[in-house]
């Protein structure tokens, strides 16, 4: 009987200089990985820079020189943007949420609600799943709903609600005004 396995064996150990470079390709490897995070921290922190700035000091020093826009040395034009930002993240605040949906819905506006339901199977439920597809019964299986509302859709919804002199739950929705300078 021969061995089917043989020909994947090496009969030689491999020598130092083969560890030598596996070693030098891990230390490699850690330095490109600390690289990584070092500059994603970096990132992390221009990013707030750029907020900083572009929301705070840019927008409190034009106010307190009481213009609307300004054109820099350089010819450039900073405008300040308002914005309305709204937000109704369940991972944020599972209990503000729901009162968010729950409030929607109570007040004829659940259309903006996106339902999500995820049914699982295991690998031999094929059958079960394909069932399940054809018509939604089944209440043995897991089922997991989720409500949400996209937050393009949100925002949009409460700058509608707001234009229309409509009353809604500011903290609920997490609406805030956000002002922004825009270069160009």
Partial sequence: MTDQYSEFRDAERPGEAVFAQLNSLVDAQLA?????ADLAEQLKKAKGKVVGI?????????EEMGL??????SGLRVKIKEAIYANTSPSKDPERHAAAMKW???????????????VGFNRDQEDAAA????????EEYNVNKTNSVHPSSLRSW???????????????FGVTKRRTSKIG
């Fill in 32 to 36: 490109a990985e600390q690289s990584v």
């Fill in 54 to 62: 572009s929301e705070h000091d840019i927008p409190e020093l034009i």
């Fill in 68 to 73: 609307s826009e300004f054109r820099n040395v």
């Fill in 104 to 118: 929607l819905e109570d007040h004829n506006h659940g259309g903006l609600i996106k339902r999500l339901i995820s």
């Fill in 131 to 138: 069932a399940l597809c054809e018509k939604l019964e089944g």
């Fill in 158 to 172: 409460v700058n509608k609600m707001l234009e229309a002199g409509e009353d809604i739950p500011m903290d609920l």
